[in-house]
């Protein structure tokens, strides 16, 4: 009379329960890690939308095209995965337009907790007269702050493009009193939170002329009245370029 052996069928069942440990923990290694800032939890691609995109088109604006601006208004269009691509070209990632674990662990990479990019700070952009918060201007400190984060995305994109070498803001948001008492225009972008005066190691005509690859529409530089020492940069989502010394 034969016995039955349940050792063999044993066997197989343990082999089943470590390979399915095995690929748990390979799917688990795909997922980006968790961030202090914010956390994407899906792969977001064309035709997608919600606060998630939103997130990636803020990090992403500065990345529009030659005289584009990117709409933050969380629907993944063609536009967004435009920037997306070149953001990816810009680091040396697959250029697919799909935001995916090496895209959003690029951009863990390149922002600190608060969400500023790792090169740029909230008080750096709010130094228009010595840096007290950002209210006393048109907008709520809130929404304020929001376009502030914004424009620092944008240079943090015109930053990486001129090879990683140091932009200065020398003067960022401006309340109305601090905007009057430098002479500010009335309706300046500054007032917004919008808004970045710069200078650095290359020359203000490099920064205006670079610029324009990376969503700012209001560009003013050598030539223009009061820009003979810096390059003015906004994100107004029109286009004002005038820099006459730079040939724009």
Sequence with gaps: MSITRPLPRLFAVLLLFVATLTTSQVVATTVAHADGCYTWGRQLSQGMSGADVRQLQIRVSGYPGYGAHLAIDGEFGPATKAAVQRFQAAYGLTQDGVAGSATFTKIYALQDDDCTPIHFTYAELDDGCGGSGFDGGPLSEAA??????????????????????????TSGFRSYSCNSQVGGASNSQHLYGRSADLVGVHSLCTLAKQARYHGFGGILGPGYPGHNDHTHADIRTTNYWDAPNCGI
Excluded: F, S, Y
Aim: net charge negative; no cysteine; glycine share 4%.
């Design 144 to 169: 304020t702050k929001a376009n502030a984060l914004e424009t620092m995305w944008h240079l943090e994109a015109l930053r990486h493009a001129l090879g990683d070498q140091p932009i200065n803001v």
